[in-house]
């Protein structure tokens, strides 16, 4: 089946079934909120968690490095969760293994121990085309749950849907289907509106958060993307 694409000025998004996106035109690739480390952050505050929650993630990483050869992969914020440990460092031997890519992390607010590694920039922002990636969308305040707000988005960048378009994470957007009787389902989705994407959290570990605004929602169901609502 043919991934979804939507267009943003001059750069095309291919959506893809793990969570990622794919601009074809530039070759790069982008993975938002993996939470490495966040299996472990919560066994060691006695909360337990399923067991072989990192190793599904690292395999997911490798399987979507594969996919994309030689690209530039850019992290929209999170690729941590938290203090450094054991499975965090584990993606170091992940970014040895693929030296023909190029690794961009967007800080993130849980990217707050971050090491040291020749193998990742570390950026506030980064400019794709006309795409401009960030972690957090403007305005957005879980406090009131609030995603985001054009208003804030435009002070910011005021040629916003003219020339700019940005792309985020943090939000971890996902909808719910509802089945026969009481039967429902959450899943990850990929938000979209004409100068926004939110990608869904690309971790196994990270919940979905019901955005409730209007815009294109695509879901993805046993790994495929499927439109939802407009």
């Known amino acids: 089946m043919q991934k979804p694409e939507v267009r943003f000025g001059d750069s095309t998004l291919r959506l893809n079934g793990d969570g990622s996106a794919f601009l074809p035109e530039y070759n790069t690739l982008l993975i938002a909120d993996v939470h490495l480390g966040k299996s ?3 066994r060691k505050a006695g909360i ?7 190793e599904k993630n690292i395999d997911q990483l490798v399987r979507a490095f594969a996919a994309h050869p ?9 690729v941590f969760h938290g203090l450094q440990n054991k499975e965090t460092r584990s993606l170091q031997s992940v970014l040895d293994a693929h030296p023909a890519h190029t690794f961009i992390l967007v800080k993130g607010n849980h990217d707050f121990d971050l090491p040291e590694w020749k193998q990742l920039t570390v950026v506030d922002q980064w400019q794709v085309g006309s795409l401009l990636c960030l972690h957090e969308p403007p305005g957005s305040d879980f406090d009131t749950d609030t995603p985001f707000t054009m208003a804030a988005a435009e002070q910011r960048f005021p040629t916003l849907a003219n020339d700019v378009f940005l792309v985020c994470g943090h939000l971890h957007p996902g909808v719910a289907l509802r089945g026969k009787g009481r ?13 926004l994407c939110v990608l869904p959290a690309f971790g196994t570990f990270t919940g979905q958060h019901a955005l409730k605004v209007s815009g294109t929602y695509y879901g993805i169901v046993d790994g495929t993307v499927v439109k939802l609502t407009e």
């Open 70 to 78: 030689s690209a530039t992969v850019v992290f929209l914020g999170d």
């Open 48 to 54: 337990p968690a399923p067991q072989g929650l990192h």
């Open 183 to 195: 039967s429902r389902a959450r899943i990850k989705a990929f938000y979209i509106n004409p100068w």
């Open 40 to 42: 472990g952050v919560f």
